[in-house]
């Protein structure tokens, strides 16, 4: 158990809806990041925070925004979905601003869009 | 922008053979971090390599990070069916985009 706790593990919705996923830092961590991962794809980065306040932007479309909250939850809005948002999405913290140190990553929530 | 190359993309051994990944970058990276993801889990990290020539070994797994600091790679001896799974690289270019790019990773299948 890494201390991340992502939620919904699973969802399937149709395109053009909206869905947010949400992540629970490890306790004491103040970065998050978010990373897709598509079938047989790496992990690519969409966007990193560090309480509170966004830090590092990666291969994020616009359709796509997220946040972290005061209490250092973080939600990842996806909205306007289309079949190529199908994928699963990570969150990982740190306790680091940059990066460096490991990160400790949550089990995914796997979006499926219809 | 920054990428992160990584070979090969799948490799399949014999239990007992070794097995090596690479991980290249263009530009010089800060750190370097390997992780490992099995079947339907999430990435769990390995290790962290920072200094130029830096070897690290953790029981059958040997890492290194380049003397330019522009690739690393993994090498596991006498593969294990215990070490099937994808393995990542991940580097760090330092300064404002302190963030991590992963390569795509290496599938590594063992067979018995």
């Known amino acids: 158990d890494s201390g991340v706790t992502q939620t919904p593990k699973h969802l399937i919705t149709a395109t053009g809806q909206r869905v947010t996923l949400r992540c629970s830092p490890r306790?004491?961590?103040?970065?998050v990041y978010w990373y897709q991962q598509s079938l047989d794809q790496g992990l690519q980065f969409l966007i990193q925070?560090?309480?509170?306040?966004?830090?590092a932007k990666g291969n994020i479309l616009e359709r796509f925004s997220a946040q972290q909250f005061p209490d250092l939850h973080s939600e990842l809005n996806l909205s306007s979905l289309e079949l190529g948002d199908s994928a699963l999405y990570f969150c990982a913290s740190s306790a680091w601003r940059s990066g460096t140190g490991e990160l400790f990553f949550g089990e995914g929530s796997r979006l499926t869009v219809l | 922008g920054q990428q992160v190359m990584q070979i090969p993309q799948y490799q399949h051994v014999q239990e007992g053979e070794d097995f090596t990944t690479y991980c290249n970058s263009s530009t010089t990276l800060s750190n370097i971090q390997w992780y490992k993801q099995r079947p339907g889990g999430h990435p769990v990290f390995l290790i962290q390599l920072v200094k130029s020539g830096e070897v690290k070994k953790q029981k059958r797994l040997t890492f290194q990070f380049g003397e330019a600091k522009k690739n690393s790679s993994l090498h596991i001896t006498a593969t294990q069916t215990t070490d099937v799974g994808t393995y990542f690289c991940?580097?760090?270019?330092?300064?404002?985009?302190?963030?991590?790019?992963f390569g795509k990773g290496t599938k590594l299948s063992v067979k018995p």
């Open positions: 306790s004491g961590d103040l970065s």
């Open positions: 991940s580097g760090n270019y330092g300064g404002s985009q302190g963030n991590l790019i």
């Open positions: 925070y560090y309480n509170g306040e966004e830090r």
